[in-house]
T-cell receptor
Framework: GAVVSQHPSWVICKSGTSVKIECRSLDFQATTMFWYRQFPKQSLMLMATSNEGSKATYEQGVEKDKFLINHASLTLSTLTVTSAHPEDSSFYIC?????????????FGPGTRLTVL | GQQLNQSPQSMFIQEGEDVSMNCTSSSIFNTWLWYKQEPGEGPVLLIALYKAGELTSNGRLTAQFGITRKDSFLNISASIPSDVGIYFCAGFNSGNTPLVFGKGTRLSVIA
C-alpha cells in the first residue's frame, strides 16, 4: 500500500512550548489530509481536514489557534501544537487521501506520541 | 459526530478459527474501508470496497460491500496470533469528506 510518514514518532516537551509534527505522503499526491488524535482504547477523533493551499476545516471543539495546520503541498502537511499543556498529551495520527488507480484511498501515518510535562 | 455501528466490540478466539465482524450505517456510503491498528501504530488499510455487492479478498481476509450500501463485513479465515489488533470499519462518500469510523473490534487470538 501507499506510504504515509510522520515525524517525529514521539516527542516529549515542556509545558508552554510548541511542537511541530510533519506528515508526508511518500508515493502519491494527497488531495486531502486529515489530522486525528487518539486516546487509549478509543477510536480516532478527527481534529481537522485540510486541502492543499487552503485553510484547514476544524471540527467542533478543536481550537484552530492552538492546533495550527499547514498544507503547503500535495505531499506535506504539518500540525503545530502551540503552547502545549499536559492535557494535549495524546497520540496524533495524520492521514492522506488521494487517487490511486482511479479510486480514492486513504492511508494513515504511523502516529506521533506527544507527552507534555 | 456520526459513527458506524461495528460489532462485536471484542472477540477472543482460538488460533485457526475463522472470524467475522460487521458494520452497519443508517446512511449510504460509496466507499467502505477496513483497517487494522496495533498498539502504538497508525491504522493500516486492509481492504477497500467501492461498489455495492463487491466481494474482495486480501490473503486470508475477505470483505463485502453490502448491496444496500449501508453495511459491510470482514472475515478472517484460519486466524493466527499476528491477527491480534483492533479492526476498524470506515466509510466515506466523495471528495474530501472525512471518514466515518466504527468503534472498532478488538481481536485476541489464543494460541
Amino acid at each position: 500500500g501507499a506510504v504515509v510518514s510522520q515525524h517525529p514518532s514521539w516527542v516529549i516537551c515542556k509545558s508552554g512550548t510548541s511542537v511541530k509534527i510533519e506528515c508526508r505522503s511518500l508515493d502519491f499526491q494527497a488531495t486531502t489530509m486529515f489530522w486525528y488524535r487518539q486516546f487509549p482504547k478509543q477510536s480516532l477523533m478527527l481534529m481537522a481536514t485540510s486541502n492543499e493551499g487552503s485553510k484547514a476545516t476544524y471540527e467542533q471543539g478543536v481550537e484552530k489557534d492552538k492546533f495550527l495546520i499547514n498544507h503547503a503541498s500535495l505531499t506535506l502537511s504539518t500540525l503545530t501544537v502551540t503552547s502545549a499543556h499536559p492535557e494535549d498529551s495524546s497520540f496524533y495520527i495524520c492521514s492522506a487521501r488521494g487517487l490511486r488507480a482511479a479510486y480514492n484511498e486513504q492511508f494513515f501515518g504511523p502516529g506521533t506520541r506527544l507527552t507534555v510535562l | 459526530g456520526q459513527q458506524l455501528n461495528q460489532s462485536p466490540q471484542s472477540m477472543f478466539i482460538q488460533e485457526g478459527e475463522d472470524v467475522s465482524m460487521n458494520c452497519t450505517s443508517s446512511s449510504i456510503f460509496n466507499t467502505w474501508l477496513w483497517y487494522k491498528q496495533e498498539p502504538g501504530e497508525g491504522p493500516v488499510l486492509l481492504i477497500a470496497l467501492y461498489k455495492a455487492g463487491e466481494l474482495t479478498s486480501n490473503g486470508r481476509l475477505t470483505a463485502q460491500f453490502g448491496i444496500t450500501r449501508k453495511d459491510s463485513f470482514l472475515n478472517i479465515s484460519a486466524s493466527i496470533p499476528s491477527d491480534v489488533g483492533i479492526y476498524f470499519c470506515a466509510g466515506f462518500n466523495s471528495g474530501n469528506t472525512p471518514l466515518v469510523f466504527g468503534k472498532g473490534t478488538r481481536l485476541s487470538v489464543i494460541a
